[in-house]
């Protein structure tokens, strides 16, 4: 994530103001590299749906720093404090977990032999969808769609890569070095790492105010 959004952040302006063919590739390689980040975040983040004790604290964490970050990350991407236009990536997983959270209720509520149950799991998909794509977050409504694949194909790896990567395909085809992340995901054991999470949320606004300052820094000289 770091190496894309310094390809996006920094090499992206200087390649507008030099016009230069060495920084162009540079910036490709970086941002072909970060297209690995996604699927792990989304891997990652519905495992915590499954083995988090406190559901109400992890969305409410992912509201927080989403909200936290936005105006770092509008200044490093765009250089304006304020751009409707996109949102960063943690409203993305905090619809992606709020959704994993209305369909795991729907699914203890109506049992297992419901038929409704497939029609509202289907109409939570939309709705949620939807919203990311009308307040433009990162990755959209795919980025909804892979959260959901990560854990309803969770027990199927190679359908749950393949879903991953046609939904990512279909944003930019770009996208294809993502399937760099699979075999990280493969080796995944169902054992729990060691904890970190404040380091981990904290790194988020950190490192885009430092590429605030970086590219504030280089658009000025």
């Given at each position: 994530?770091?190496?894309?959004?310094?390809?996006?952040?920094?090499?992206?302006?200087?390649?507008?103001?030099?016009?230069?063919?060495?920084?162009?590739?540079?910036?490709?390689?970086?941002?072909?590299?970060?297209?690995?980040?996604?699927?792990?975040?989304?891997?990652l983040l519905a495992e915590g749906y499954r083995h988090t004790g406190n559901k109400r604290t992890y969305i409410l964490r992912l509201a927080i720093f989403g909200f936290t970050s936005e105006i770092p990350y509008d200044l490093a991407f765009t250089g304006r404090s304020v751009d409707w236009e996109y949102q960063n990536?943690?409203?993305?997983?905090?619809?992606?977990?709020?959704?994993?959270?209305?369909?795991?209720?729907?699914?203890?509520?109506?049992?297992?032999?419901?038929?409704?149950?497939?029609?509202?799991?289907?109409?939570?998909?939309?709705?949620?969808?939807?919203?990311?794509?009308?307040?433009?977050?990162?990755?959209?409504?795919?980025?909804?769609?892979?959260?959901?694949?990560?854990?309803?194909?969770?027990?199927?790896?190679?359908?749950?890569?393949?879903?991953?990567?046609?939904?990512?395909?279909?944003?930019?085809?770009?996208?294809?070095?993502?399937?760099?992340?699979?075999?990280?995901?493969?080796?995944?054991?169902?054992?729990?790492?060691?904890?970190?999470?404040?380091?981990?949320?904290?790194?988020?606004?950190?490192?885009?105010?430092?590429?605030?300052?970086?590219?504030?820094?280089?658009?000025?000289?």
């Open positions: 994530m770091l190496i894309d959004h310094i390809g996006c952040a920094l090499l992206e302006p200087l390649i507008m103001h030099q016009n230069s063919d060495a920084l162009f590739y540079l910036n490709w390689l970086c941002r072909g590299i970060g297209r690995i980040a996604f699927p792990i975040y989304s891997f990536v943690l409203f993305t997983l905090f619809l992606g977990f709020f959704t994993l959270v209305l369909m795991g209720k729907i699914r203890t509520y109506f049992g297992r032999y419901s038929a409704l149950k497939p029609v509202l799991l289907t109409v939570i998909c939309i709705a949620a969808s939807t919203l990311a794509e009308f307040i433009q977050c990162d990755y959209g409504a795919a980025g909804v769609l892979i959260i959901v694949s990560m854990d309803l194909l969770r027990n199927t790896k190679s359908l749950r890569n393949l879903t991953c990567e046609v939904l990512l395909l279909s944003l930019h085809p770009m996208e294809l070095t993502a399937c760099l992340s699979f075999p990280l995901l493969n080796c995944y054991n169902d054992t729990r790492g060691s904890q970190s999470k404040q380091r981990m949320y904290m790194f988020y606004p950190g490192h885009l105010i430092l590429l605030c300052a970086i590219r504030f820094i280089i658009t000025r000289s």
